[in-house]
Antibody
Framework: EVLLVQSGAEVKKPGEALKISCKGS????????THWVRQMPGKGLEWMGS????????RYSPAFQGHVTISADKSISTAYVQWSSLKASDTAMYYC????????????WGQGTMVTVTS | SYELTQPLSVSVALGQTARITCGGH??????VHWYQQKPGQAPVVVLY???NRPSGIPERFSGSNSGNTATLTISRAQAGDEADYYC?????????FGGGTKLTVL
């Protein structure tokens, strides 16, 4: 069974660092791009960026470039997104999803990780 | 940058046909994917590459894409179809989502 399992909910203070994870199983993790998508409370889906774990080729949305870092450890089939200094506006649900190629859909999604940033 | 425009909401009577549009410049030249998201759940793809249904998605879900508009059509709408629907394309190395449409089944 193909699964993307994300790390658990986080509650952080502004200025703190955070790294959340997404572990793929049931498929060749290095064959698919792993993407990250933000959904702020009550809002729509926003693409953050993606990584190809085979060679760590990484792409970012202009809106998120410089604000987050996407990485992966192919040895454990896990992708990450991290923040060095969180803001209250980073409060959102974060999803990982896999995609074979640029013209393909997101055919599998993680369950989401809720990040709450509050003082 | 490329933009996708969806109506904020669409209502449909139980058993009738709902149509959700996704507008974008020359979107007919792109591959459009549609996702359904129910409250508290992750999105699920219901159509890929304009017209293709993944396994497990009912035949009631169909799509078209031409000119500046892509359309998701849900026939014989059921209460369980009530959800948010998002269109998505890829353009210039960026993944783009529409703003989402809330489908209400009356």
């Amino acid at each position: 069974e193909v699964l993307l399992v994300q790390s658990g909910a986080e509650v952080k203070k502004p200025g703190e660092a955070l790294k959340i994870s997404c572990k793929g199983s049931g498929y060749s993790f290095t064959t698919y791009w792993t993407h990250w998508v933000r959904q702020m409370p009550g809002k729509g889906l926003e693409w953050m960026g993606s990584i190809f774990p085979s060679d760590s080729d990484t792409r970012y949305s202009p809106a998120f470039q410089g604000h987050v870092t996407i990485s992966a450890d192919k040895s454990i089939s896990t992708a990450y997104v991290q923040w060095s200094s969180l803001k209250a506006s980073d409060t959102a649900m974060y999803y990982c999803a896999r995609k074979l190629g640029v013209h393909d859909s997101f055919d599998m999604w993680g369950q989401g990780t809720m990040v709450t940033v509050t003082s | 940058s490329y933009e996708l425009t969806q109506p904020l909401s669409v209502s449909v009577a139980l058993g009738q046909t709902a149509r959700i549009t996704c507008g974008g410049h020359n979107i007919g030249s792109k591959n459009v994917h549609w996702y359904q998201q129910k409250p508290g759940q992750a999105p699920v793809v219901v159509l890929y590459r304009d017209t293709n249904r993944p396994s497990g998605i009912p035949e009631r879900f169909s799509g078209s894409n031409s000119g500046n508009t892509a359309t998701l059509t849900i026939s014989r709408a059921q209460a369980g179809d009530e959800a948010d629907y998002y269109c998505q394309v890829w353009d210039s190395y960026v993944v783009i989502f529409g703003g989402g449409t809330k489908l209400t089944v009356l």
